[in-house]
């Protein structure tokens, strides 16, 4: 948490505290990166074009989250020069089975056939 | 009228690279110029979730300033264009004067821009009182 407060640019003392940006959660991928895995899909062939937060919950340092993804949607074009496939992920993030976030992102996979 | 809230002359290799650490993006078009060209790109790619984050703080700094009361409670944005390791950028935010700050139906904007003034990415933000 300090090295991402650090790259961030927060101040020293916030480094140091035990407030975790909600935006921290970006960082919780995991789970996502598992699902490309599964999917048997090469990262480098992966463009992300939007992308969704609701922060629900102030989170600390140390607090136990749980994140669920799963795909939403599916969308293919292969019958073109250009084949493509687009994946919706919609992940919730859980403290004590308590939704503190939901994000939701469009993950363009490039060379789809390939 | 727009806010100029954070100004970069450009993301280091070394920065990206702690990035794609902390957050286990391991993807190599942000580390590998090889795998980048490879793709046909002109360089290494910014991690989205990595300017999503500076965004998010440059929003956040301005609220603080502004008015501690509030928050960020909806951020969500649409990629048009990319940002590449050492291009310079900056955020810029229009916010809804029509309303109050803190009302769901504003259509307050945050623009990621590029060297050119061209944005890269434009955000739709909602921002909530922080203890109603």
Redo the contacts between chains.
Sequence with gaps: MRQFKSLMGYSEEKVHDDTVPDIFIACLREADFKIFEVLDIDLDRLLHTTQTFDFMKTIFVGDEIVTRPAVTKVRTKLNSANPFVTLEITTEYFRNEELIARTSGTIFVREALS | MRVRLFESSGLSRA?LM??GW????????HFDEK?AD??GLPGLIVH??FL???V??AI?DFLLEKSPDF?????????SGMTFVNDSFRVEVELDESKELSDPSARNKVFLLNKDGEANCIFQAVFIRRNP
């Design positions: 920065e702690q990035y902390i957050s286990g993006d391991h993807n190599p078009i795998v490879g793709r989205g979730m999503y984050c500076i998010y703080k956040d928050r960020i409670k909806e951020l969500s944005s649409k990629f």
